[in-house]
């Protein structure tokens, strides 16, 4: 059973920058590929990012491309995305995601379908 904890939401200004760590247990992190999605009140939770395993490929939603990170650290079992220039359309809550079934090297799934495990998701709230 693979176990995902989000932590680094909060409240910042528009224009300001948060981290979001994702903290990976009960599997084989390193060969996970893990996406980052969002869900804003009333509406659908949409793809955010996503990372491969090895790290060769990230995607990005065109609404953060350019502004949002994702990086990992597989020693730590860890996945992060970094937010600067944050806008207040940016405020939702946060979730990352494992898929533990495809281990191909530049697997980079951006479908909520193609995930396995959901981390509960942490709040990032962009006032104005």
């Known amino acids: 059973q693979v176990q995902l904890v989000e932590s680094g939401g909060g409240l910042v200004q528009a224009g300001g920058s948060l981290r979001l760590s994702c903290a990976a247990s009960?599997?084989?992190?390193?060969?996970?590929?893990m996406g980052w999605f969002r869900q804003a009140p009333g509406k659908e939770r949409e793809f955010v990012s996503t990372?491969?395993?090895?790290?060769?490929?990230?995607y990005y939603a065109d609404s953060v491309k350019g502004r949002f990170t994702i990086s990992r650290d597989n020693a730590k079992n860890t996945v992060y995305l970094q937010m600067n220039s944050l806008k207040t359309e940016d405020t939702a809550v946060y979730y990352c995601?494992?898929?533990?079934?495809?281990?191909?090297?530049?697997?980079?799934?951006?479908?909520?379908?193609?995930?396995?495990?959901w981390g509960q998701g942490t709040q990032v709230t962009v006032s104005s």
């Open positions: 009960g599997g084989t992190f390193r060969s996970y590929a």
């Open positions: 990372i491969t395993w090895s790290s060769v490929t990230t």
């Open positions: 995601a494992a898929n533990i079934n495809n281990s191909g090297r530049y697997y980079a799934p951006r479908e909520r379908s193609e995930y396995d495990y």
